[in-house]
């Protein structure tokens, strides 16, 4: 492997430590997003069903994280797939068109959310 070649490896392996800490970081926000979900369910029938707008907010907070985590352990799977036995990204460069066929398809559907998720890793990558 050439000099330029390791260093775009260490730059993709950079990628994948940092996107795995970040789903780690967005599970552990997930499970307190889904007791405070649970809590505003508990409030919300113990108050006669009254409190719509903080049940509402409380679920759209664990959806919104959740699809966010969602396409991040995607990728994460991606490039886990693409990763040999020692650790290296063989044709790293079908994980980059891989994310941007997904991104594409993304914007045709107007989920822009998705886009700028993938969009935001996709500018990490060499």
Same mark, same amino acid.
């Given at each position: #492997?050439?000099?330029?070649e390791l260093?775009?490896?260490?730059? /993709?392996?950079?990628?994948?430590? %940092?996107?795995? +800490?970040? &789903?780690?970081?967005? =599970?552990?926000? $997930? ?7 649970? =809590?505003?369910?508990? +409030?919300?029938?113990?108050? =006669?069903?009254?409190?719509? @707008? *903080? ?5 759209t907070?664990?959806? %919104?994280?959740? %699809? ?10 991606? #490039?886990?797939?693409y ?10 460069? *079908? /994980?980059?068109? *891989? /994310?941007? +066929?997904?991104k594409? +398809?993304? &914007? @045709? @559907? %107007?989920?822009?959310?998705i886009?700028? /998720? $993938?969009t935001?890793? $996709?500018d @990490?990558?060499?």
């Amino acid at each position: #492997m050439t000099e330029a070649e390791l260093k775009v490896q260490e730059q /993709i392996v950079s990628v994948f430590e %940092e996107l795995y +800490a970040e &789903i780690k970081k967005l =599970s552990l926000e $997930l499970g307190k997003l889904g007791y405070k979900q649970r =809590s505003a369910l508990v +409030a919300h029938v113990d108050s =006669s069903y009254t409190m719509h @707008k *903080e049940l509402n907010d409380a679920r759209t907070k664990w959806e %919104e994280m959740s %699809e966010v985590r969602n396409v991040q352990q995607w990728m994460f799977g991606l #490039m886990r797939k693409y990763r040999d036995l020692w650790g290296y990204f063989e044709n790293y460069d *079908e /994980i980059r068109e *891989e /994310i941007e +066929a997904v991104k594409s +398809a993304a &914007i @045709k @559907k %107007e989920d822009y959310k998705i886009a700028g /998720i $993938l969009t935001h890793w $996709l500018d @990490k990558l060499p």
